[in-house]
């Protein structure tokens, strides 16, 4: 079945400095979206990107969906306290009757002050 | 609030009970899903809605699973003879329209139900 890998699983650092998770798919996907979770709260939504190549910001957020369409990023710079919280990209697959989508297991932001 | 309402918020329940979870999506939302999500791992899709259809269990993990939604909104998802394994928290999405592959929506999470099999 797809599979969907996030890396780093966790990331540190201080604030003001930029970050980046990375997301692979096993399989070529038809959109990815990025979903933010803050510690002891539910995933909320950020983006969903659809077109191969496609970039899109948010403030200090920018995503990128590969070329082939099986790769995304998220990269935040000059974080925030408020940045804090799991990062979770989740894909869906070519070819599924529905928007079924399969998470990544989420890279875990901490920003010191 | 007109957000995703689950309950109960925690649950703990003795190896080999019966427990059974409840989720309020947004009102009118034709799309429901569940998920289940172990500590330090992302949400797992367990089984999806479209109004009172259940199009797809491919994620329930067994036969002791089960999943309702007969009205068309409030669903209940049912874990017979509950294992230590269960142990996790379960959330529910909602969305507003039928999720179609190239046409895909934000999916509206609830705070979940974490479950807790002793």
């Known amino acids: 079945g797809q599979q969907v890998m996030q890396i780093p699983q966790y990331q540190h650092v201080q604030e003001g400095e930029d970050f980046t998770t990375y997301c692979n798919s096993s399989t070529t996907l038809s959109n990815i979206q990025w979903y933010k979770q803050r510690p002891g709260g539910h995933p909320v939504f950020l983006i969903q990107?659809?077109?191969?190549?496609e970039v899109k910001k948010q403030k200090r957020l920018t995503f990128q969906f590969g070329e082939a369409k099986k790769n995304s990023s998220l990269h935040i710079t000059a974080t925030q306290t408020t940045d804090v919280g799991t990062y979770f990209c989740a894909g869906t697959g070519s070819g599924t009757s529905y928007g079924k989508l399969t998470f990544g297991q989420g890279t875990i932001l901490t920003v010191h002050p | 609030g007109a957000g995703v309402s689950q309950s109960p918020r925690y649950k703990v329940a003795k190896r080999g009970q019966d427990v059974a979870l409840r989720c309020d999506p947004i009102s009118g939302h034709v799309s429901l899903f569940w998920y289940q999500q172990a500590l330090g791992q992302g949400p797992e899709f367990l089984t999806y809605?479209?109004?009172?259809?259940?199009?797809?269990k491919s994620g329930l993990p067994s036969d002791r699973f089960f999943a309702e939604r007969p009205e068309g909104s409030v669903s209940t998802l049912k874990i017979q003879r509950t294992q230590q394994e269960d142990s996790a928290v379960y959330l529910c999405?909602?969305?507003?329209?039928?999720?179609?592959?190239?046409?895909?929506?934000?999916?509206?999470f609830g705070d979940g139900t974490r479950l807790s099999i002793l």
């Open positions: 990107l659809v077109k191969s190549g």
């Open positions: 999405a909602s969305s507003p329209i039928t999720q179609r592959e190239h046409s895909n929506q934000p999916q509206h």
């Open positions: 809605f479209q109004n009172e259809a259940q199009l797809d």
